[in-house]
């Protein structure tokens, strides 16, 4: 598709458990955006990738979150020992560089029990 | 840091009515987003804007730089435009991303 497209569209998993979120931008962007949105709360940023600059983790709510980009293409956002307030929708967007217009996906609805 | 701020939080109102949702922010942006997102759905890129005005539709957006506000404005509103409103403004080049106001959840009455 033309899209950005993000896998799992569901995901619940117990407490504890590591969970892999998956985004695949748009073809030809090289910034590549995560963001989370709890319930009842706003969006907010994560983590920022730029072609092959260093990301911007500087969103990262904690040492448990991690994210890379392979290839400058798809992006994994890694939780590693998932708590419950980690539950959101967790959202990816692309760019092109030096544009200013988002692209996101459908979002990864994740749920710790 | 970026503060922005929407208003209505809610609003609801009947079928044909025109609407219209209110975005300020507090600090000099290179570009202004407006986005839809539906019940249990993704969140769609409405507007990109940097300046002047923009009309997709029924669904025209504003925005004064001097006086750092936006403006989403639906004509002829309709059931199917039932969603959660959010600004969401970048600073420079946007190596922080994004940042969103909390959104104003729009219901429309048949």
């Known amino acids: 598709g033309a899209g950005v497209s993000q896998s799992p569209s569901n995901k619940v998993t117990e407490k504890g458990k590591d969970v892999e979120l998956r985004c695949d931008p748009i073809?030809?962007?090289?910034?590549l955006y995560w963001y989370r949105q709890s319930l009842g709360q706003g969006l907010e940023f994560l983590i920022y990738?730029?072609?092959?600059?260093?990301?911007?983790k500087s969103g990262l709510p904690s040492d448990r979150f991690s994210a890379e980009r392979t290839g400058g293409s798809v992006s994994t956002l890694t939780i590693q020992r998932t708590q419950q307030e980690d539950s959101a929708v967790y959202l990816c967007?692309?760019?092109?560089?030096?544009?200013?217009?988002?692209?996101f996906g459908q979002g990864t609805r994740l749920t710790v029990v | 840091k970026n503060e922005v701020e929407q208003s209505p939080q809610n609003l609801t109102a009947q079928e044909g009515e025109f609407i219209t949702i209110n975005c300020s922010y507090s600090?000099?942006?290179?570009?202004l987003h407006w986005l839809q997102q539906h019940p249990g759905g993704g969140i769609v890129s409405l507007f990109m804007?940097?300046?002047g005005k923009k009309k997709h539709g029924r669904l025209i957006a504003t925005i004064n730089i001097q006086e750092k506000h936006s403006s989403l404005h639906i004509t002829a509103s309709h059931p199917r435009d039932s969603a959660v409103y959010i600004c969401?403004?970048?600073?420079?080049?946007?190596?922080?991303?994004?940042?969103f106001g909390k959104g104003t959840h729009l219901i429309i009455q048949p």
């Open positions: 073809s030809g962007h090289t910034a």
């Open positions: 969401a403004v970048r600073v420079g080049g946007g190596a922080d991303g994004l940042t």
């Open positions: 967007a692309s760019s092109l560089m030096g544009r200013l217009e988002a692209f």
């Open positions: 804007l940097s300046s």
């Open positions: 990738f730029q072609g092959n600059s260093a990301p911007d």
């Open positions: 600090v000099g942006i290179s570009a």
